[in-house]
């Protein structure tokens, strides 16, 4: 089934240990997101994609990057992990021209 | 700024009761409202709405949208536990973005 996978759904990473997650999508979709979720808050962007064309929102800390080596991947890096980063982080894709965006599962990061 | 404010924050029912939901936003340049379903996991999609007065539907879930005020409610009849949930309220935001500005969303809990 054509879905957004995220991987991994887990990750434990000590303070200061870069960390990458992953997003992959078989939906073909153009556009593609990385969110952050703390508890009890909405999704709060991070960046996005539009094909190769790499969005940075202005609040987002340097200490994030990300890359999209392809439509179908997309990876979230966090350099050096505080523990403010622990969070849900939510890969999202669309296609261009709707308002609908399909979420992957999520990967929670736990900072210890 | 694009911003969507939910109401009420949080809600708890019985089950059977009735519930109507709120979502009141100021954007740019209004395309559509959508309402996602958020479990302890990833929003799901729920609907996505454009225009005023037309009822979307889908089982117990339905929802509508006033653009003159400008509001979306998202309604369920006959609630059961498993609705208990967080509800997100979305538009995208941003003059020729994608981006979703969310809402708060409301925490809605069934009880038996």
């Known amino acids: 089934d054509a879905m957004v996978i995220q991987n991994p759904r887990y990750q434990v990473t000590q303070f200061g240990k870069p960390v990458t997650l992953s997003c992959s999508q078989t939906?073909?979709?153009?556009?593609m997101y990385w969110y952050q979720q703390k508890s009890s808050q909405a999704p709060k962007l991070l960046f996005h994609y539009y094909d190769k064309d790499f969005n940075n929102e202005a609040d987002t800390p340097d200490n994030f990057q990300s890359r999209r080596p392809n439509t179908s991947f997309c990876f979230l890096d966090i350099r050096s992990p505080g523990l403010g980063d622990a969070a849900m982080y939510l890969c999202?894709?669309?296609?261009?021209?709707?308002?609908?965006?399909?979420f992957g599962p999520g990967t929670r990061l736990t900072v210890t | 700024e694009d911003k969507v404010v939910q109401s009420p924050l949080s809600l708890v029912v019985h089950e059977g009761d009735t519930v109507t939901l709120n979502c009141s936003y100021e954007v740019t340049n209004f395309r559509s409202l959508l309402w996602y379903k958020q479990e302890k996991k990833a929003p799901t999609f729920l609907f996505m709405l454009?225009?005023?007065?037309i009822e979307k539907k889908s089982g117990r879930l339905s929802s509508i949208l006033d653009k003159k005020e400008p509001f979306s409610i998202l309604n369920i009849t006959a609630t059961q536990t498993g609705d208990s949930a967080v509800y997100l309220c979305?538009?995208?935001?941003?003059?020729?973005?994608?981006?979703?500005?969310f809402g708060k969303g409301t925490k809605l809990s069934v009880i038996p």
């Open positions: 999202a894709t669309q296609t261009s021209g709707t308002g609908e965006q399909y």
């Open positions: 454009t225009s005023s007065g």
């Open positions: 939906l073909n979709h153009n556009v």
């Open positions: 979305a538009v995208p935001s941003g003059a020729g973005s994608y981006q979703l500005t």
